[in-house]
Nanobody
């Protein structure tokens, strides 16, 4: 079992920045690929970014590419999402998720590929 707790959400003006954190506990964090997803009101959950457990691979949704950066610190059992140049359309509940993977470079981009989820943190971007 892996427990995930997100933090760092809040209210920010368009063009601003936030850094989300996701602290993991339980099984060995470094053996999991990590992902960030988001869900806006009335919308389906969508993929945002993912990182392999070795940090060798990252992948971003087109909507956030060039603005968001995913990173992880395996020594601190934490994954981060640095969000810059925020837009009102980035408003959503952001979830981190952990995927049990077999190789250092593996990572998923679909929600069903992930095994554990956090409770989410609200990000609101005002125009």
């Amino acid at each position: 079992q892996v427990q995930l707790v997100e933090s760092g959400g809040g209210l920010v003006q368009a063009g601003g920045s936030l850094r989300l954190s996701c602290a993991a506990s339980g099984r060995t964090f470094s053996s999991y690929a990590m992902g960030w997803f988001r869900q806006a009101p009335g919308e389906e959950r969508e993929f945002v970014a993912a990182i392999s457990w070795s940090s060798g691979n990252t992948y971003y949704a087109d909507s956030v590419k060039g603005r968001f950066t995913i990173s992880r610190d395996n020594a601190k059992n934490t994954v981060y999402l640095q969000m810059n140049s925020l837009k009102p359309e980035d408003t959503a509940v952001y979830y981190c998720a952990a995927q049990d993977v077999a190789t250092a470079q593996a990572m998923g981009v679909m929600g069903y590929e992930y095994d554990y989820w956090g409770q989410g943190t609200q990000v609101t971007v005002s125009s």
